[in-house]
Every structure is written in C-alpha cells, then in structure tokens.
C-alpha cells in the first residue's frame, strides 16, 4: 500500500482556488486582495486540499479566524498539527498572543474546546449563547417580512455604519456608554462594513448593529447597541435594513445567528424569532505564543 503524502503549506491568492471551501468569505476575500494581516495555511493530502486555518494579526496579538478540516481526514490529529504550525509562524512573525472564538454546539463545541486546550489554549469559556434561525421564516412576519420586499426602502436615518458622518464617529468612540466587548474596535476581522448598519440622529450614532458572515454562508449578528436617545424601535428599524441588505448580497434565503451579548439583544432575539432558533453557544480560549514556538518554513510535510 502507497502511503500518501501531507503536507502544509503558506496560502496566498494563487492557492485560493483549492482551499476555499475551508475558509470564510472575509479571508478568502483578504488572501485575494493580498492583505498583510492575514496568515493562512493548508493541509493537502497528496494532490488535494483538505483543511485550512487562518489567523488575523493585529500588532502582537492575532485571533484565529478559521479552522476546518474535511471530515475524510477528521479525528486524525490533522486539526491539531495545522494549528500548531500556525501558531509557529505567528510566533515568528513576533505576535506573543493568539485569541479564538468560536460558535457551535453539542459534541462539535466539545471537541473543539478539547482541541483547543490540547493546544495549549486557555479552558474555554461561554462567551454568548447564540440563537441560529432561517430568513425563510421572517418572510411573513408582519414585523421583519417588509425586508424582503422590492419596495422595502432604507429610512433616512439609517446607513451602513462606515458612511456615518465623521463628528458622528468620533463621538460614538469616544463614548463611555459602550463596553469595550460591544465597541466596533472588537469586532475587526470579524464584521463586514456593508454589514454594519447605524442609525444616526442628530449628528450621534444612536443604535447599529455589527454583522459578518459565518463559514456556510451564513449571517451572524454580532453585536447589537441601542444608546441613549434612540427609539426604541431602533433594534427593529436596524434588523429590517440588515436583512435586506443579507438579501440582496447573497440573492438568496440564509441562516441567521444572533449572538447574544447582554439581556436586551436576547429578549430582542426571542420576540422576533418565537420558537423558530436553535441554541448554539459561543466560546473564547486564547494562548500566550514564544519566540520558541517559531518556524521559518513554509511548506512542512507531515
């Protein structure tokens, strides 16, 4: 019997083609566009691509974006070993710290967490519970339906979050009224601009809403803020121009997260969704990364 061969190696806009059933969108997108801060790399077992990891570097922290591994070559050691070698190139491109976070449920949340603490990682722990529903159901909805409608228009008031005017940003960062874990500063690499909806009045961000895309071609609602000032249909208002905008990005129904950061955003959740979700969970791990963890290959067989 021939013994195939594995190897790693670094991708780039070349090697996209192959590995990107195994990556999201916005890294996908990054490695087209060439971005510096995103490390990616591949796992190929003879000719033929089988799992990806991808990480975001900021400085000297990064957070792991992705991490799939094909189900032929899964419960082989396969994820474990791509990590590490990712976590060895971070290290030797001087990051010192590496976070994750990741949305799953039952024996796959699991078998992540373990995989993460046998790397090295942190115990993971709850970070939000995550609703997963379908846009399928919001299309009658006498509250949501209007999204999916040819004569839904944007109101005046609201706009993707990067085209709020410039006195409006600086203001809303420098706001004390919204924790750091809500702050659209948390949410880079992980949040879409044209995903990102804002109502502004009277020259202040008063609401938005922070969105990306999930590794299936999914929505996941990441944050949502209501500030003082706003009213309070403003969640609503933002969903309604969130989903239109899903809508027509992808021209098609989707499936729809909402992760759930505090009490308002959860009860929101529930009233529009009634009995039609899922319960998935959010989890964050992070590990401290040495200048000994380093390596300077880019391809490694296996």
């Known amino acids: 019997m021939v013994k195939k061969e594995w190897s790693i190696r670094t991708l780039d806009r070349e090697e996209l083609p192959g590995f990107q059933p195994y990556l999201l969108p916005d890294t996908a997108r990054s490695l087209e566009r060439r971005e510096k801060d995103v490390l990616a790399l591949g796992l190929v077992l003879g000719h033929n691509a089988c799992a990806a990891a991808a990480a975001r570097l900021s400085g000297e922290s990064a957070e792991l974006t992705d991490l799939f591994v094909d189900e032929i070559v899964r419960h082989r050691g396969m994820g474990g070993l791509l990590l590490e070698r990712l976590m060895e190139r971070l290290a030797a491109e001087g990051v010192s710290r590496l976070s994750a976070s990741y949305v799953l449920r039952g024996e796959e949340l699991a078998a992540m967490d373990r995989l993460m603490v046998s790397c090295g990682f942190s115990a993971p722990w709850r970070r939000s519970r995550v609703f997963r529903t379908h846009s399928e159901g919001f299309h009658q909805d006498p509250r949501l339906g209007a999204a999916f409608s040819p004569q839904y228009r944007t109101p005046q008031d609201v706009c993707a979050l990067s085209e709020a005017p410039q006195k409006a940003m600086e203001e809303l960062r420098r706001g004390e009224d919204i924790p750091d874990y809500l702050a659209p500063e948390a949410f880079q690499g992980r949040a879409l601009p044209e995903l990102c909806v804002a109502m502004v009045q009277d020259g202040r961000v008063t609401a938005y809403l922070l969105s990306g895309e999930d590794g299936t071609g999914g929505i996941v609602l990441l944050a949502a803020v ?20 899903c809508w027509y990005r992808l021209g098609r129904d989707f499936a729809f997260y ?24 959010e989890h964050s791990c992070a590990r401290l990364l040495s200048c000994q963890d380093g390596g300077e290959n880019e391809e490694v067989s296996l």
């Not at 500030?227 to 969903?239: C, D, I, K, N, V």
Request: no cysteine; aromatic share 10%.
């Open 258 to 281: 909402f992760s759930v950061l505090d009490d308002k955003v959860e009860r929101l959740a529930l009233l529009l969704m009634g009995e039609r979700y899922e319960d998935y969970e």
């Open 226 to 245: 209501r500030r003082e000032g706003a009213p309070s249909t403003a969640f609503q208002t933002l969903l309604l121009e969130l989903l239109n905008r």
